[in-house]
């Protein structure tokens, strides 16, 4: 009895596959158009262009990637119009105005690779998350990375769902992602 | 102080095994109950690339997974070396993406469709052209909610 549990549970035990799958969330545009234009002030766009061969042209320069995630974090958390009460950036008058209003444009080739490309976006959203933790440790003494991770877990009990719902939405307004992900050039 | 009786008798008495059989048991059916059958095997290379700002995957059941590679060997000669799409074991083409995202979603109760999310499986050597040929019919089927699913920078190598 116990040699033929013992063989199943050998069978089960090398077959199995636990599969959590983690990723980068995104939500790609819809297609129909707006319905009418938005003007958006040139210096609240940050521009990241990818080419072939994985090299990194931000806001017309080239960079290198370990520089990427503190040139985006300077941008969202720059204040220009002096709105933001709550960024710690430099004010620069020729950066972005307000985190809200600050919007990311991540644009490639389509020769790029492909872990280019997420090692690129991955940077850009730890940008996001960095200042996100930065505000919800202020706020709330926690990294809202943890938070966010634990709202989306379903064995979170409801009432501590609710409470984090709030949470989450506050933090995420404060710095709302904005990264947009326009059309491959074509050459 | 308080003496405590040794018995002077020198055989132990061994471990009784009779519920082996049940702590053997408990676990198979642990392991039968968490085991997931793998749905497809994959035809393709899929080397995930690396990112450390993930979230995970709730709702397996709320998942679609298209995979992108270059071919295995067996299937080199046939379909080429270029990175293809996979769905649902089969190779396919970018205009098969839509009825096929449109055909799972169907299978989806309503009041969960808004919730379904693309599983982007792409191989880290894939070129962004196709990636961005898939993007552009999942916008065209209103699929919207996409995650390019990576491995987490902690365990780099581990497989799917």
Do not use: W
Request: some cysteine; charged content about 25%; overall charge negative.
């Amino acid at each position: 009895m116990a040699d033929i549990a013992f063989l199943l549970l050998i069978f089960f035990l090398v077959t199995t596959t636990i599969e959590t799958d983690a990723g980068l969330d995104r939500m790609l545009p819809p297609i129909e158009p707006p319905d009418q234009d938005v003007v958006i002030k040139q210096k609240n766009i940050f521009t990241v262009n990818i080419n072939k061969n994985g090299q990194l042209l931000v806001e017309e320069e080239l960079m290198d990637l370990k520089n990427l995630r503190q040139a985006a974090k300077d941008f969202l958390d720059n204040g220009g119009d002096g709105t933001c009460n709550y960024c710690k950036g430099r004010n620069d008058d020729s950066s972005s105005d307000n985190p809200t209003k600050a919007i990311i444009s991540l644009k490639n080739d389509r020769e790029t690779k492909y872990a280019t490309y997420i090692t690129v976006q991955n940077e850009l959203v730890g940008a996001y998350n960095d200042l996100r933790n930065r505000e919800a440790q202020r706020l709330y003494g926690r990294d809202f990375t943890e938070m966010e991770a634990e709202y989306l877990n379903p064995e979170t009990a409801t009432e501590i769902r609710d409470d984090l719902k709030d949470k989450v939405k506050r933090i995420q307004d404060l710095f709302p992602q904005k990264l947009s992900e326009a059309e491959t050039s074509t050459n | 102080m308080l003496k405590i009786p040794v018995s002077h008798s020198s055989r132990v008495p061994a471990v009784s095994t009779a519920a082996l059989p049940d702590i053997v048991f408990m676990l198979l059916f642990f392991f039968m109950t968490v085991t997931t059958v793998k749905e497809q095997s994959l035809k393709i290379e899929n080397t995930l690339p690396v990112a450390t700002e993930i979230k995970k995957l709730e709702r397996r059941d709320l998942v679609i997974d298209i995979h992108v590679g270059a071919p295995l060997s067996p299937y080199a000669e046939t379909f080429g070396n270029e990175p293809q799409i996979q769905l649902n074991g089969k190779f396919a083409r970018v205009s098969d993406v839509g009825p096929y995202i449109l055909e799972k979603r169907a299978s989806v109760p309503e009041h969960l469709r808004a919730l379904i999310t693309i599983s982007l499986k792409v191989d880290q050597k894939a070129r962004m052209g196709l990636v961005q040929d898939i993007k552009e019919v999942l916008r065209e089927v209103h699929a919207l909610k996409v995650n390019y699913t990576t491995y987490s920078a902690e365990r780099p190598q581990s497989t799917p």
